[in-house]
């Protein structure tokens, strides 16, 4: 097949423009052709670093990464709008370049002159553009807007009536940013639909979307950028597998991060306490209490820490859907105790309750609690839907009564190539029978 897109070590470094940064003089970037040329790598930003790929004709090609990975700098040097630092681009074909919201447009003139004037930029004479010209507006859905001042559209008509003009003037590669996801979800069908059937027809697409699913679904093979750098190019379904497994551990190591954070607060509030507790003794004015009480208890029995383990033994705070995990609770109480109850329970960080338990309702029965104590909770499959969850323990007499109760004290993270609603996520499994006939699987 013949490469309609070759990029080879492509390069893209930008200027820092912040105070304190060595900026170029006019005549310095004349004589070297360049706002970037000799300056120290301190004053410039790196926003694609040796970036080397090649898209066929006729393939659907995604581009995936954080926020500031660099693929939108990307789309605007292959559209021709940004030229490289170093590296070369190689396109063969006409593109269209669907990549800023409002990109294109004037907002004082009408739908209509700017249906014409995107046609123009995009290589089709007023002829032309004419001849499509009904069937642009059809698509986009804005025959009553039409005629109306573009800066009076919402960002939806925006991306309606920018995607309409490029997909209509026939090019051979189309560029499509994120702005796709700003259309309401029947545009957006609409969009894929179009897109497959440009595909069909042998042309090119480059994609560039937070969204896997669609990447899975859509694209024939993905790139994968981080902070400016080539991560992964291959197969979608592998690229986006390692990019959520990359992402989960960035949370996890942030659940780490915050729990320790957590953890000093605490000692910081119990010292403060100590304190507080002094100028009570000496009829000083006491602070006021925290907005949001997060641990209370009588500390007969204490909570020295939490941890999440996998079934390894292996402390983490990502997990997918249905993996095994142990909720780990240490524990200590000065003075023997022979009532107690040990309990954990999940929320949503909108606080809803999830799931929780504790050793009196699993039938436990205590007889004595002294010193140091280790007590776990193991579930051998964490049915709940991808998202962020906070983890609550507590220690207590049967009665209710709290010695430790430590709200919040750790967050953790679930993910799933799989979608759902809700919060469960049990396993299943659709059949039929009858009169009813299914295609191919969607991978969502």
């Not at 430590?406 to 799989?418: A, D, G, N, P, W």
Request: charge should be negative; glycine fraction near 10%; charged fraction near 25%.
């Amino acid at each position: 097949m013949t490469a309609v897109i070759e990029v080879d070590g492509l390069t893209k470094l930008y200027r820092r423009s912040a105070p304190g940064y060595q900026l170029r003089t006019l005549k310095s970037a004349l004589l070297e052709r360049s706002l970037t040329a000799g300056l120290k790598p301190e004053d410039t930003i790196q926003a694609i670093e040796e970036v080397n790929f090649a898209v066929q004709e006729g393939e659907a090609f995604a581009v995936i990464g954080s926020n500031g990975s660099g693929k939108s700098t990307l789309l605007k040097i292959l559209a021709g709008i940004l030229k490289p630092t170093a590296g070369h681009v190689r396109i063969r074909g006409r593109v269209a370049a669907l990549i800023e919201l409002g990109a294109g447009f004037h907002p004082e003139i009408s739908g209509r002159e700017n249906v014409y004037i995107n046609g123009a930029v995009l290589g089709l004479p007023r002829r032309e553009v004419e001849r499509r010209f009904d069937e642009i507006v059809e698509f986009s859905g804005l025959a009553d807007f039409i005629d109306e001042p573009v800066k009076n559209y919402s960002s939806g008509m925006y991306v309606r009536l920018g995607f309409s003009v490029a997909i209509h003037t026939d090019p051979d590669i189309l560029l499509v940013d994120e702005v796709l996801a700003v259309g309401d979800e029947a545009f957006a069908h609409k969009c894929v639909r179009k897109i497959e059937e440009f595909l069909a027809k042998g042309r090119t697409v480059l994609l560039v979307s937070h969204s896997l699913g669609l990447v899975e679904e859509f694209a024939d093979r993905c790139l994968w950028l981080d902070r400016g750098r080539q991560r992964l190019l291959a197969e979608p379904r592998r690229v986006a597998d390692a990019y959520r497994q990359a992402v989960a551990e960035s949370e996890g190591h942030q659940h780490k991060e915050a729990k320790k954070q957590r953890q000093e607060q605490i000692e910081s509030l119990d010292s403060a306490g100590e304190v507080v507790s002094d100028a009570v003794a000496e009829d000083q004015p006491v602070a006021e209490e925290p907005e949001e009480v997060l641990r209370w208890g009588s500390r007969e029995a204490e909570i020295m820490s939490a941890r999440m383990l996998d079934l390894l033994g292996n402390e983490r705070y990502n997990f997918s859907t249905g993996d095994g995990v142990v909720f780990e609770i240490r524990a200590r109480a000065d003075r023997a105790l022979e009532d107690f109850v040990f309990g954990v329970g999940l929320f949503t960080f909108r606080g809803v309750e999830v799931w929780g338990t504790n050793t009196h309702l699993a039938g436990m029965r205590p007889k004595t609690f002294s010193g140091d104590a280790t007590v776990r909770l193991q579930c051998p499959e964490l049915r709940l839907a991808p998202g962020e969850y906070l983890l609550d323990v507590a220690v207590h007499a049967r009665d209710g009564y709290p010695y430790d109760y430590h709200r919040q004290i750790l967050s953790f993270s679930l993910i799933s190539s799989e979608t759902g609603v809700g919060v469960y996520f049990p396993r299943h499994e659709w059949q039929s029978e009858g009169g009813v006939n299914w295609g191919e699987p969607v991978r969502q």
